[in-house]
Nanobody
Framework: QVQLQESGGGEVQPGGSLRLSCTVL????????VHWYRQAAGEQREWVSG???????TYADSVKGRFTISKDKAKDTVYLQMNSLKPEDTAMYSC??????????WGKGTQVTVSS
């Protein structure tokens, strides 16, 4: 059973937008925060943004003002709206749970490529 499933990646030109989705099993969605991470080729994984069960959001400085994380409780889905994309945003984006000690689930990731 897949606990987290990402979708929405693709290739876009600089300045463009993409919306990533992370669908979470209901029980996990109700009890865990969700975070987005990214890892570019040859680089270390970087935390991008997070939303807790109360809906509070946080962002890495590198994406603040360009990315927006949100949650649709009815759909058990967390979104990452990415605007004004830059080539340096190119990476594999993964969602993961956090908060409680057992909230340690990861998705397989979705590739985002920003290129002209």
């Amino acid at each position: 059973q897949v606990q987290l499933q990402e979708s929405g990646g693709g290739e876009v030109q600089p300045g463009g937008s993409l919306r990533l989705s992370c669908t979470v099993l209901t029980f996990i969605s109700s009890n865990c925060g969700v975070h987005w991470y990214r890892q570019a080729a040859g680089e270390q994984r970087e935390w991008v943004s997070g939303i807790n069960i109360d809906g509070d959001t946080t962002y890495a400085d590198s994406v603040k003002g360009r990315f927006t994380i949100s949650k649709d409780k009815a759909k058990d889905t967390v979104y990452l709206q990415m605007n004004s994309l830059k080539p340096e945003d190119t990476a594999m984006y993964s969602c993961a749970t956090g908060g409680r000690s057992w909230c340690t689930y990861w998705g397989k990731g979705t590739q985002v490529t920003v290129s002209s």
